[in-house]
């Protein structure tokens, strides 16, 4: 059991873990970021001796991305079939398919 770990708080540190070991990773993937909301002084992986980090991980991440073009075009596509759906189910819903001899 980790230091200061209680039998319900396990999760929690495991929790905690998970996201050290997530963002560990993406600095060391993006070699020059570090943190996701905010520009942190020191990474977590990275070493103290490279001094503090220049950009934040998520300005990485949207450089990485040349285009949104693809994934513009399958959200509209998705926007689209699911409009269809709703307004093709909404009849359903309110009893149109019910036939005029069990009304009545």
């Keep these: 059991m980790k230091a200061g770990a209680t039998a319900a708080g396990i999760s929690n540190a495991d929790d905690i873990d998970l996201a050290i070991n997530f963002f560990g990773n993406l600095e060391t993937s993006l070699e020059t970021c570090s ?3 905010a520009k ?9 001796g490279k001094g503090p980090v220049q950009k934040e991980c998520v300005e990485n991440i949207v450089d990485t991305l040349e285009s949104l073009m693809g994934p513009g075009i399958v959200c509209l596509l998705t926007f689209f079939i699911l409009l269809c759906a709703c307004c093709g189910g ?6 149109f398919n019910e ?6």
Excluded at 40 to 48: E, H, K, M, N, Y
Excluded at 90 to 95: A, R, T, V
């Design 35 to 37: 943190g996701a909301c």
């Design 40 to 48: 942190p002084l020191f990474g977590i992986s990275r070493d103290v």
């Design 90 to 95: 909404f009849p359903l819903c309110c009893g």
């Design 99 to 104: 036939d005029d001899l069990e009304t009545g």
